[in-house]
């Protein structure tokens, strides 16, 4: 088996897939772990009844690469034929089916490619399958996402985007940004820009390209990005990606949200909380005996730049 490891007392993190051999240039996984597998589909519903009778009821699925999940390889064009459902989704349908009193199903990363038409009509038909995306984007930059060996292109990134606004209501999508990729012109981050302003990313994980001794792109040091360049383009992501953040949680003012509640904040209040929502993010609230590893359902009253403010109207189960 896998590791696996837990986080808080409702989240725990489930490895279901490991290694890559994708070869992106800036990358040095596959030279350290090229040999592609996966948790058997049975392993994994085991594993998660043990987690979420241990009181986890939200599972994170993660692996190197998830799309690789009941393949032997990472390379798309090396994939076998497949029947209509990907074994990850027999998999998702697996944990949705067999494994009683979980709540929440979040898969860490996704790219185009994982998710088809059938994989996004099975999750939208298990309401444990939270509607939070996390979508690496890299670069919007056709020839950049080239340069890095990455297996989609910019448009294909972008249909993904459109499919799963259409699938599920008011998704929750965030994103890894790679930012001065050795040769990436103020016109090619411009592009980056645009993907990540028409995506609506509600959080950018934005990070200045370091090179990585070994991989190609570390061999590519005439086209290096100045640092002040590329820190100031990190920036730029950051400040898009909070601005998004901010007007995404505000269409949720007025409504009740569930979360799970964490732990008390002891720099508050002893009585303020918070939880996640499903689509991931915090709600801060009162309870006055503690409500740490409940479901509670806050009405959202305040939309604040750094904070999401509520007030109790029900509990769920313990
Ligand atoms: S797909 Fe991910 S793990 Fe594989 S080489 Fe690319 S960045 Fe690395």
Partial sequence: LLESRQTGHQRAFLKIQDGCDAYCTYCIIPTLR??????????VVEEARRLVGAGHVELILTGIFMGAYGQETALRRRQIARDALTPLGRLIEGLCTRVPGLKRL???SLEPGDLTADLLGLMRSHAQVVP??????QSGSERVLRRMNRQYTRDDFLRMIDDVRAAFDRPAI???????????TEDEFRQTVDVAERSGFIHVHAFPFSPRPGTAAARWAKDFVRPDVAAERVRALREIGERQGLSFRRQFAGE???????????SDDAHWQHGRTA??????FQHPEGAAGRTVRVRVDEVLPDRTVGTVVGMGEA
């Fill in 106 to 108: 979040r898969l860490s």
């Fill in 174 to 184: 965030t994103t890894d940004i790679i930012v001065g990729f050795p040769g990436e």
């Fill in 279 to 284: 689509r991931y993010f915090a709600v801060h």
């Fill in 256 to 266: 009740t949200v569930e979360v799970l509640a964490e732990s008390s904040n002891a």
């Fill in 34 to 43: 090229p040999r592609v597998s996966s948790k058997p589909v049975e392993d």
């Fill in 132 to 137: 939070h995306f996390h979508l690496p984007l």
